[in-house]
Structure formats: structure tokens, C-alpha cells
């Protein structure tokens, strides 16, 4: 089962909308066999959403984001928990990680102008108790996100017939 | 005008019948192809790093004819952990360009006039022509669905004179798929040995078997190694192909003849794809292969993913054991190999290979790559049911 729900992750990650069916096909696997892998997985909050990946870029779409290196002091108990959790409430926080390294948060912000997401670092982020210092990156440009190239996709090398 | 300077020995050759489709296909905008026969693999990042850093630092000589040492003894290494046999990197392996160049050395070295060559059909384009072209004469033992187009002693003994000479033996097979198994061998071997035949054994595809379908090499059977030259490369295992690098093993004698024509012909392989081949090799014995699991088991995901859905279709196709081809038939269509893929084509933009590219035993079957991403292969496999649909 579990090397089923490895197999699975991977074929997941490439393309979440593969019916069950097809899944089934590719892991050699009994359809209920599957569905019950997949729901098992759903249910220990292992696959947690199914979403695509988008270039916001191609749309009309006012989007600023950035990446902030946040400095904090760990509380006595709670280690960096309670200050992680303090800043992902935050409705534009899209992602917060520990990291190891010259600082302890990665936070990543998004909000739709420059304007906003700096205020949101220096009245909100940027006030918590046990936040040290900042240091925010604006992204200019994304070129891969999950595995996915952004610019178009580079031609197939290959012969159309080869024998 | 300047026909007249063209040996007749080369001019009666063929041209591949593989040809005709590349023609029309070139000139085709969003064709999908199921035609392609290499892997859809980039060669892994650390094995391209190491022919830069090869360049880099000037490395562009030429290496030794057989090939570098270092090069030679991990080949030598890997196939001892791989397939359990032992061969001497000094005197009894030969690198070549490709496994093409050791079909061609091989053939050259043993094959005297009006020698028969038997040759399994279906099977890879290249070996008829170089028989012929080394002066013997190729023989084709036709293999059959209703065997799963394996080969037997039966098939081989009927198609055996007292002129036959060698058997090239290319299994997996591409185009079918078809592995050999261990018992299999067994039953051909003393055959072999009866007839006292040269082997010529192309594995090329031994890294890419599934279902628990495991490669065996007919070298490693009693009486065997002394008759047979084991031919492989990295193309396939390694995604490769451009590289041109493969290798041939065998008893020293042949493999010092072989290596008198290398040495005149070619002189040696290009060098970073020499090194690039090393570092394949040695990541690989500290990693436990692990680039070619992760292609196989890739691989294995869509070959079941177009063994079932040609089956669906009601094009009739068993499971292949080995290579990355599927071997539908397409009989219940009422058309010839040559008639499907062309219309298929023409009137669907998927281009697949007619089975009579590799023999006339390939009648009836149409040989389709899975190595293609699967959004690439879900369109073509619409795109022929609709065709399905309208004939």
C-alpha cells in the first residue's frame, strides 16, 4: 500500500485530474484499490488540496508577492510554533516555512499592490512581539514553480521517426 | 550520371522503409508521433556535467582504440553486478560507436562470402543491410503472435543449412517487446551449439523489462560465451542516443579482429562521450542505478497505459515485457501495415511505424513508442479511435 501511495503521489503531482481509472491503468493497480489509497491519503491529510499551477503573469491580474526573511525570538515552550501560527493567519501570507540559515521564517506575501503588501510588513508583520528584524524581496519574475517551466515548452529533441 | 560509380552491392540495398513516412511526417505541423525509438529522457544532468567539465579542461585527444581504460573496466563491472558474467576490460571489450557500430564489426569479422545469417522477424532494421553489406546473406526466421513472436529451436532448426554461419539475436526486442526468458534460451542453446553458430546478441534494451520479466544474456549459458558477442551501449539505459557510445564484449579473439576495423574505420570513440559514460557507470554503481529505475518504472506507467487502451480500442496487443514499443494488430481494421500508419497519418496526424519496416513477419502490426508524455500519448490514442471510428 505504501509503495502504491508513493506511486500515486507522483502521478498526482503531475496531473491531479487523472481520473481513477487511469491511475489504476498506470500503477496496475484495482480501481477500489486506488480510490481507497487516494482517500486514505485525503483523509491523513497527506494530499491536502488539488489545485492548478498558473501563471498569473498571462492575465490581467493585479498581483505584487514577496519573499520575507523574518527574524524571530523563539518562546520559552512554544519554539517558533506560536509565532509561525501568529503569521499565517494573515489572509496574505500564502506560505510560511522554519528555515535553517542566517534567519529563521521564509514568509511569502501576496497582495495586489506594492503599496499594500508594504504595509501589511510594516504594520503588521513587522509589530509582532517576537519579530526582530525583516528583510522583503519582490519577485520580478517566475521562471519555474513546482516542476513547471513557465516560458513555453522547449521542442521535442527528437526524430519523429527513428527506427 | 555518377550512378555509375556506386557499387551494386551498396545500390541493391533497401532504403529503409521507415523513410517514406519520416518524408511525410517532416512536413507536418502538429503531428504527434508514436514513431520515435529513443527514450523521452534528457541524459541525466550529472552525466551531461561530466563531458563539460571534460571539455573544459581540454580533454579532446583521441583515447585508445578499444576505448578508455577507465571506461572499459566500470563496463566491465557493471556487467559482472548486472548480469553476472565476467569479461577481461583489456582483451575482451571493445567500445564502439553505438551498438550500431558493433552490429557492423561483429558482422564483418565473422561473416565470410555467401555466408546465411539468420535473423529474427520482426526485428531492427539494421541487421540485413549489414549482412548483406559485410557480403553474407541475410535470412529471416519469421516469429508469430501465436507465440508471442518468440523464437524456438523449431523455427531456427527449419531455416538452418549447412551455409548458416550466425543468428543475431536482439532481444528485448524492439519492435515487439518480446523478452526472452531464461527457459527460453535453454531451449534454444544446444542448437546453437549443434550447428556450431556465432551469436550475435544485441541487448540494447536489457535495463527496460517489467512485469518481473528479467533479462538474461544467451553469453551466460553453458558453452555459450565463446560463440557469442554480447553488443549494448547506453542509448536506452541511460537516455543517451546522441551520444553514440556503446560496446561490444566478447571472446578476445573477436573482439582483436573486431578492433582491427574499428581501428582503421573509426579509430576510436569520441572521448566525451567516453567520459559522460563513465560518470553514468560509476554514479550508477554508488546510487544502485537509480536514473534507470526511475525511467523504467516511468516507462512501465504508460506501457500498461497503451497495452489497455489499444485494447479497449479493439486493437488486439499484448503486454510487451521489455523495450518501450507496443506491437498492436491492427488485422481486424482489414488493412496492410503500410495502408494504416499511412492514413492514420494523413487523415489523423499520428505517426506510428507499419510492422513491415521491420520484416515481412510485421504484417498486420503497428509498432508505437510509449515514450512519450502521457498528455502527448491521451491525444494520439483519441486521435486513432476517432480514425477507428471512421474506416
Avoid at chain 1, 10 to 22: G, S
Avoid at chain 2, 232 to 242: D, I, L, V, Y
Wanted: glycine share 6%.
Amino acid at each position: 500500500m505504501e509503495n502504491l501511495k508513493l506511486e500515486l503521489l507522483e502521478l498526482l503531482q503531475e496531473d491531479c485530474r487523472m481520473p481513477l481509472e487511469k491511475l489504476a491503468v498506470m500503477t496496475g493497480k484495482a480501481l477500489d484499490q486506488v480510490a481507497q489509497a487516494i482517500d486514505e491519503m485525503e483523509k491523513d491529510g497527506v494530499i491536502l488540496r488539488y489545485r492548478p499551477v498558473i501563471n498569473w503573469d498571462k492575465m490581467q491580474s493585479n498581483r505584487v508577492e514577496a519573499m520575507i526573511e523574518v527574524r524571530v525570538t523563539p518562546q520559552r515552550d512554544m519554539g517558533f510554533d506560536a509565532i509561525a501560527s501568529r503569521i499565517y493567519r494573515f489572509d496574505e501570507v500564502k506560505s510560511v516555512y522554519l528555515m535553517s540559515g542566517g534567519y529563521d521564517l521564509l514568509v511569502l506575501v501576496e497582495a495586489s499592490t506594492l503599496k499594500e503588501l508594504a504595509l501589511f510588513v510594516s504594520e503588521k508583520l513587522s509589530t509582532l512581539d517576537t519579530v526582530t528584524g525583516t528583510a522583503t524581496s519582490f519577485v520580478l519574475k517566475r521562471y519555474k514553480q513546482d516542476g513547471v517551466v513557465f516560458e513555453k515548452r522547449s521542442p521535442d529533441g527528437r526524430l519523429v521517426i527513428s527506427p | 550520371m555518377s550512378e555509375r560509380f556506386i557499387s551494386p552491392l551498396v545500390r541493391d540495398v533497401p532504403p529503409s522503409g521507415i523513410r517514406r513516412f519520416f518524408d511525410i511526417a517532416g512536413t507536418m505541423k502538429d503531428a504527434i508521433s508514436l514513431g520515435v525509438g529513443e527514450p523521452d529522457f534528457v541524459t541525466p544532468y550529472h552525466i551531461r556535467n561530466a563531458a563539460i567539465d571534460s571539455l573544459l579542461a581540454g580533454e579532446t585527444q583521441y583515447t585508445a582504440n578499444r576505448g578508455l581504460l577507465p571506461l572499459r573496466r566500470e563496463i566491465s563491472g557493471y556487467i559482472s553486478s548486472r548480469m553476472h558474467m565476467e569479461y577481461d576490460p583489456e582483451k575482451e571489450i571493445l567500445v564502439t560507436v553505438g551498438a550500431s557500430e558493433g552490429i557492423d564489426l561483429s558482422l564483418r569479422t565473422c561473416i565470410r562470402p555467401g555466408d546465411e545469417v539468420l535473423i529474427p522477424d520482426p526485428g531492427y532494421v539494421s541487421y540485413a543491410p549489414c549482412v548483406t553489406l559485410a557480403g553474407g546473406m541475410p535470412v529471416s526466421v519469421k516469429t508469430d503472435v501465436r507465440d508471442g513472436f518468440r523464437l524456438s529451436a523449431e523455427m531456427l532448426e527449419k531455416c538452418i543449412t549447412p551455409k548458416t554461419r550466425a543468428l543475431v539475436f536482439p532481444y528485448p526486442n524492439n519492435p515487439t517487446g518480446v523478452v526472452m526468458a531464461k527457459a527460453d534460451l535453454e531451449a534454444i542453446a544446444p542448437l546453437i551449439i549443434k550447428h556450431d553458430l556465432l551469436v550475435i546478441s544485441d541487448e540494447i534494451y536489457c535495463e527496460l523489462t517489467y512485469d518481473g520479466e528479467q533479462h538474461t544474456s544467451i553469453a551466460s549459458l553453458p558453452g555459450m560465451r565463446e560463440r557469442t558477442v554480447m553488443l549494448n551501449g547506453f542509448s536506452k539505459a541511460f537516455a543517451m542516443t546522441g551520444w553514440r557510445l556503446g560496446y561490444a564484449c566478447g571472446p578476445a579473439p573477436l573482439i582483436e579482429q573486431m578492433n582491427k576495423i574499428h581501428q582503421y574505420t573509426i579509430m576510436c570513440a569520441p572521448r566525451q562521450s567516453q567520459v559522460a559514460a563513465i560518470e553514468a557507470l560509476q554514479k550508477g554503481r554508488e546510487n544502485q542505478y537509480q536514473d534507470i529505475e526511475n525511467m523504467r518504472k516511468s516507462y512501465d506507467r504508460r506501457r500498461r497505459l497503451m497495452v489497455n487502451t489499444f485494447n479497449e480500442m479493439g486493437l488486439s496487443c499484448t503486454s510487451p515485457g521489455g523495450a518501450f514499443y507496443c506491437f498492436p494488430s491492427i488485422r481486424e481494421t482489414g488493412m496492410t501495415s503500410e495502408e494504416f500508419c499511412t492514413r492514420l497519418l494523413r487523415e489523423k496526424k499520428v505517426v506510428c511505424v507499419p510492422g513491415t519496416a521491420f520484416g515481412e513477419a510485421g504484417e498486420g502490426f503497428i509498432r508505437c513508442c510509449y515514450a512519450t508524455a502521457v498528455d502527448q500519448l491521451t491525444e494520439a490514442f483519441k486521435r486513432i479511435s476517432e480514425f477507428l471510428q471512421t474506416i
